[in-house]
Each structure stands twice: as structure tokens, then as C-alpha cells.
């Protein structure tokens, strides 16, 4: 349970799902970390449950500034930062044929401005340190053409691809930068988003989840769909002193999803 002990971290979109499991297990494992979202209340609730060493700061990360704010509070409240998890994202919209250009800024602002910015900010502090681990989340659809959404699978192809060369950048110093694939997670971006799922009444949003979880576990070899823990447990390990000589790598966490062309196992 100590994994992380006097480490401080960065999470971004920490309030639900994927970022919320990380945000508890890193304090879990006795990391002090400092969290943003935009949900606001969200947020407040869980800094104040899980205790002193998290703090939280509502950020857009569509916006640099912002993103900036979240990093200066984690090193003026603890000093330094061993780890940022750009995991901050949601669903995007916009065809082929009917994209517009605010949908295609959206995507890029959401799902790879974030993880650039991010790492804009971190780097220095993290060179000063002589150390540091950045962790981008990615996508299985940044690998198959039938994963994910026209913008998003485009905009996470170009987080795996800045991870690799901010890896090359940043490895002189002593950081490491590496990214996760997530593949048939149980979170609320399948219908909306975590904005999208507060809307909902908790029984229909519960119904939603049972329907997705079911859905999700036909599509994997496991034949069970995963769930933030799964994705948060790949953190904490390339976060860890255990993933220390681990750098430039994709981590894919699918339960094999990815292993067919196009997955069938119900």
C-alpha cells in the first residue's frame, strides 16, 4: 500500500471514472495528488472523503491556462511533482462527411491539446527534479479503424505518436513518458460523457451502465468489459519505481479486444 509513498501526482479529469479510480488508488498507495474537472461538486466531495493529500482545482483542460493553474498548485501546495496522468477526455463529434471545424478544434483542444499542454508544463518542474513520470491516456482507437469516432481516433493516434517523441525529449533528464490503451471501459463516455450522465436520473443512469457493462463484455476474449480499476491499477504501475526503465511504450489494456480485426465473442 505504499507504492507511491512521497510522491505527488497530477490527474487530470479526476472526478469520474478512469480518473476518479486513479485519483483513490494513488492515494491509496500514499502519492499526495492534486485533481481537476469541471465538475466542480464532484470534485469538492471527493477531495474532502479522501482527506489531506487531495486537492482538488476546477480546470478546462481545453485551456492552457488552466491546465497551467493545476500544475502550480500541485508544486506550491506539495512542492514538487513525480508524476502528471493526462487523462483528461470525452466523446467528440463530427463525421467524415459532416465535420465542421469546431468539432475538429474541440477534439484536438480535449484530447491532444490537454496532453501537450500538460506536458509543457510538467517538464521543467519534472527536469529541475532530475525525475519524473508522464503518463498520456490513449485509445484502442488510436489503433483499429473500427474502435472509436472519426476525430477521436485521430486525435488519439497523435497522443501515442507525442508520447514517443516527448519520451525521446525528456529521457536525458530522467522522465520517463509513456501511454495507456484503454479498451471496452465501463465508464459514461459511451453515452454522453460524465456531464452527460449527471443529467441522468440515478436509475436510468444505472440501467445505462448495466447495458454498456453487458455490451462491453461480449467484445473482449474475457467476455467481462473493464473497468476504471483496470486502467488506474496500469497506472500506478508505470508510475511506480517498478516501471521505472519503461519509456516510449504504449501499454494496451484490452483484454485482448484488439487482437481480432474486428471483435466478435458474444
Known amino acids: 500500500m505504499d507504492r507511491l509513498e512521497g510522491k505527488v501526482a497530477v490527474i487530470t479529469g479526476g472526478t469520474s471514472g478512469i480518473g476518479e479510480a486513479t485519483v483513490r488508488l494513488f492515494i491509496e498507495e500514499g502519492a499526495a495528488v492534486v485533481f481537476c474537472g469541471r465538475g466542480a461538486d464532484d470534485g469538492q466531495r471527493l477531495a474532502a472523503e479522501l482527506g489531506e493529500r487531495a486537492r482538488f482545482i476546477r480546470a478546462d483542460v481545453t485551456r492552457e491556462a488552466e491546465i497551467k493553474d493545476t500544475i502550480d498548485l500541485a508544486v506550491s501546495v506539495f512542492g514538487r511533482l513525480d508524476c502528471l496522468f493526462n ?18 478544434r474541440y477534439a484536438m483542444d480535449l ?76 465508464t459514461p463516455i459511451f453515452y454522453g460523457g460524465s456531464a452527460a450522465a449527471r443529467t441522468l436520473d440515478p436509475a436510468h443512469e444505472q440501467g445505462k451502465m448495466r447495458k454498456l457493462t453487458s455490451n462491453l463484455g461480449n467484445a473482449t476474449p474475457l467476455r467481462r468489459a473493464g473497468l476504471p480499476k483496470d486502467i488506474a491499477n496500469a497506472a500506478l504501475f508505470l508510475a511506480s519505481d517498478e516501471g521505472a526503465f519503461i519509456n516510449c511504450h504504449d501499454l494496451v489494456v484490452d483484454a485482448g479486444m484488439t487482437a481480432a480485426v474486428r471483435p466478435s465473442y458474444g
Open 87 to 104: 487523462n483528461a477526455g470525452g466523446p467528440t463529434r463530427g463525421t467524415l462527411e459532416d465535420v465542421t471545424i469546431d468539432d475538429f
Open 111 to 186: 484530447l491532444l491539446g490537454s496532453v501537450i499542454f500538460g506536458m509543457k508544463y510538467a517538464a521543467p518542474v519534472m527536469k529541475a527534479q532530475s525525475s519524473g513520470r508522464i503518463i498520456n491516456n490513449s485509445s484502442v482507437a488510436a489503433l483499429r479503424a473500427d474502435l472509436g469516432g472519426y476525430l477521436y481516433s485521430a486525435a488519439k493516434a497523435a497522443v501515442t505518436q507525442v508520447t514517443l517523441v516527448a519520451g525521446m525529449e525528456l529521457a536525458q533528464y530522467g522522465i520517463t513518458v509513456n501511454s495507456i490503451s484503454p479498451g471496452g471501459i465501463a
